[in-house]
C-alpha cells in the first residue's frame, strides 16, 4: 500500500506583491494567479508609463490606477475579490492627490521605487523628497499604506553589494528608522526583504510595519545565482548570503509570525540577459505556493503534522489580508506533496521561464517541483 501523500487545504491567499505588465501579458498571468488558488493580487503600478495618478481624469501622462485595475478585471481578474493597485510615488506626486484619492476611496497604498534603482523605476524621486513635499504626512493622515523597495539609490559599486554592506542593508540601517520617527503612524510595508538586517528591523518595529517575502529569497542564496550564472534568478533586491536566507526562514516560520507574508515579486520577463545586462525579476506565477511550502520545509517545518501547517497558513493566508484589511475567503485550494512538472509560459512568440526551470543547466530538460496544487 502507498502513503497518501500529504496534503493542505488552504484558504484561497492573496499574493500581496506581484507584476502583471501590460497589454497581451496580462490574461495569461492573471489565470497562472488564479491557478494557484489566489483570491486577491496587489498588482505593482511599474507599467509603461507607470500607475502615477488616480483618475483617468487626473493631469499628467501617467496610467491611473482607475484604468490599471478595470484592464486588470476584464483581462480575467474579474473572479478575484479583490485587486489592489498602488500609486507609483513620481516625481511629480503631491499631497493633495494621496488625500483626495485616499477621500474618493480609490487609493489603498503607494509604492516607493528608489530612482533607477530596479526595472520601472525611472521615475522614482529620492525618499527625502517625499518627507519634504508633505506626501508621507499626507500618507499618514489618511491612513494610506506605504509599500517600499527598500535600497539606498545612487551608490557607488563598492557600496551597492560589498562583503560588509549593501543598498539594501544601508536603506534598514539608516533610511528607514529615521522615516518611522518622523512619521510614527505610517503603515509601511517592506517589500521582498532579502538581509537579515531589513528583517530585524521590521521585528523589532511597532505593528503597522510589516513585510513580504519572495519564494526565491526563501529558497536560494548568492551562490545559486553566481554557479553558473543562473541570471533567471537575477532580480532586485539581489538574492543574499545564507546568514540573511536564515534570518528570512526564521521570520517566516516562527510560530508566533503576524507580520511577515507573501508577495512573490512574480516578475515575468520576455528576455531576461541582453547583451549587457540582465532584466531583473523572477517568474514564480502558478506555483508559488508549491515553492514557498518547499521552503518552509527547507526551513524545517513539518508540513504533515496540523500544530506546523498552521504556521504555513499564517504567512500565506492569514498575515497579508489582516494587514490590509481584506476579508479571508471561505474557498479553498489545495497543496499536495506530489511531484509536478513545470513547464515555459509560452505568450504569443515569448517565452517566459519559470524560475525552477531556469535554476537548470538545461531549460529544456524536464523541471519537477516536490508540491502540487490537485
Ligand atoms: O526583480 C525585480 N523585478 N524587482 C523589482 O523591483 C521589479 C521587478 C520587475 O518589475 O521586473
Ligand atoms: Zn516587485
Redesign the pocket.
Known sequence: MTDTPITIELPKWYDLHA?FRQDEMIAPLIKGHIAMGCAGILA?P?TKPPVGKIFKSDPGNYTSIEHYSSVLRSDGGDTLKEIIVPLYLTTEMTPALITRGAEMGMLKCAKY?PPH?????ELGAPLETYVENGVFAAMEGAGVVLNI?GEEHALPAEQYFDRTTNAEELFYRERLPRIVDQFPNLKIVG??LTTKIATDFISAAPDHIVATVTPQHLLYTIGHLLQGFKYHL????LIKFEEDREALRAAVTHPGNDKFFAGT?S???TTKATECGC????YTGAIAPQLYAQSFELAGVDLSDENEQEIFKNFLCFNGPDFYGLDIPTETFTLQKFPQEIEPLKIGKNTIVPLPLGMQSDTNEPCTIPWRIV
Open positions: 507584476h505593482m511599474n521605487y534603482g530596479t526595472t520601472g523605476a523597495h517589500e521582498h537575477y532580480c532586485l533586491p515579486d516578475a515575468p520577463h532584466a531583473a525579476g523572477c
